[in-house]
């Protein structure tokens, strides 16, 4: 191949190369933040971010009951958590004066979600005096997922739940029993009783009453955020995440929350 070829044929990659960056990496994107009121619920407004994984129903492997009882599985939790949005939100935190509340939904097996949920855990540390963020478990992709959430929120009752979510965001897994085993005694966890838990009805519950969030903010797939009363479906960069907090402090979530 001549020198003229090879120039033009390295050109060409750098510009595909170029091109894929700004389709994946949120922070290179120009962004501006446009935000839609939502009908329902009241007081909440929609910014649609990036990429997502998903879209499937947010109920499903969440038991093997018939349809009848899956169906009033559903409308108990909807009805649980319309009663009180931001607390089924966010429920568990105590944001100060000066924070804005986050509500984060992902799944262990979305590639976007894990690096979206890295990039919050460091904002959070850098900015501990501006944000608060209550985890939620989304397990749209399947029995792995299912599992691996479980066995996510099996951990929080041993007070490891951090760990457990860091470790499987960080290393790809297959989450087998046998995985997850050996990942709780790696963390100093109690094996037996992190069993007991997964297959508890309050596990079971949680796991319900954040996939009827989902259909109150009409998620289709994850990452997903709710920041203060901004809905946020997709992968979104830390300036436009940054950006929302300003306003959400400027205007004064805590009143749509009150009211709710």
């Given at each position: 191949?001549?020198?003229?070829?090879?120039?033009?044929?390295?050109?060409?990659?750098?510009?595909?190369?170029?091109?894929?960056?700004?389709?994946?990496?949120?922070?290179?994107?120009?962004?501006?933040?446009?935000?839609?009121?939502?009908?329902?619920?009241?007081?909440?407004?929609?910014?649609?971010?990036?990429?997502?994984?998903?879209?499937?129903?947010?109920?499903?492997?969440?038991?093997?009951?018939?349809?009848?009882?899956?169906?009033?599985?559903?409308?108990?939790?909807?009805?649980?958590?319309?009663?009180?949005?931001?607390?089924?939100?966010?429920?568990?935190?105590?944001?100060?004066?000066?924070?804005?509340?986050?509500?984060?939904?992902?799944?262990y097996y979305?590639?976007?979600?894990?690096?979206?949920?890295?990039?919050?855990?460091?904002?959070?540390?850098?900015?501990?005096?501006?944000?608060?963020?209550?985890?939620?478990?989304?397990?749209?992709?399947?029995?792995?997922?299912?599992?691996?959430?479980?066995?996510?929120?099996?951990?929080?009752?041993?007070?490891?739940?951090?760990?457990?979510?860091?470790?499987?965001?960080?290393?790809?897994?297959?989450?087998?029993?046998?995985?997850?085993?050996?990942?709780?005694?790696?963390?100093?966890?109690?094996?037996?009783?992190?069993?007991?838990?997964m297959q508890?009805?309050?596990?079971?519950?949680?796991?319900?009453?954040?996939?009827?969030?989902?259909?109150?903010?009409?998620?289709?797939?994850?990452?997903?955020?709710?920041?203060?009363?901004?809905?946020?479906?997709?992968?979104?960069?830390?300036?436009?995440?940054?950006?929302?907090?300003?306003?959400?402090?400027?205007?004064?979530w805590r009143?749509?929350?009150?009211?709710?």
């Amino acid at each position: 191949m001549d020198s003229k070829k090879r120039s033009t044929l390295l050109t060409i990659g750098a510009v595909i190369a170029g091109y894929a960056a700004l389709r994946t990496v949120p922070s290179l994107l120009p962004e501006k933040l446009e935000l839609q009121a939502l009908d329902s619920p009241a007081g909440f407004r929609k910014y649609v971010a990036g990429e997502t994984s998903g879209g499937f129903d947010p109920f499903v492997g969440l038991g093997t009951a018939d349809s009848t009882e899956v169906a009033a599985q559903k409308a108990a939790a909807l009805q649980r958590v319309s009663e009180n949005i931001c607390s089924a939100l966010y429920g568990g935190l105590s944001p100060t004066p000066t924070q804005v509340p986050m509500a984060s939904f992902s799944d262990y097996y979305c590639p976007f979600c894990r690096v979206q949920t890295k990039r919050l855990a460091d904002m959070t540390s850098e900015m501990p005096d501006r944000i608060t963020v209550a985890w939620h478990e989304l397990p749209l992709l399947g029995d792995t997922s299912n599992l691996a959430a479980k066995a996510a929120l099996a951990a929080k009752r041993q007070n490891a739940y951090v760990a457990f979510h860091e470790r499987l965001m960080k290393s790809p897994f297959q989450a087998t029993p046998e995985y997850l085993s050996r990942l709780a005694t790696d963390l100093g966890v109690d094996g037996s009783q992190l069993v007991a838990d997964m297959q508890s009805a309050a596990i079971a519950r949680e796991l319900e009453d954040s996939a009827a969030l989902a259909r109150v903010f009409a998620f289709v797939g994850t990452p997903a955020l709710v920041i203060g009363r901004t809905v946020v479906q997709g992968q979104i960069s830390d300036n436009m995440v940054r950006e929302i907090i300003a306003l959400e402090r400027e205007e004064g979530w805590r009143d749509v929350c009150t009211a709710a």
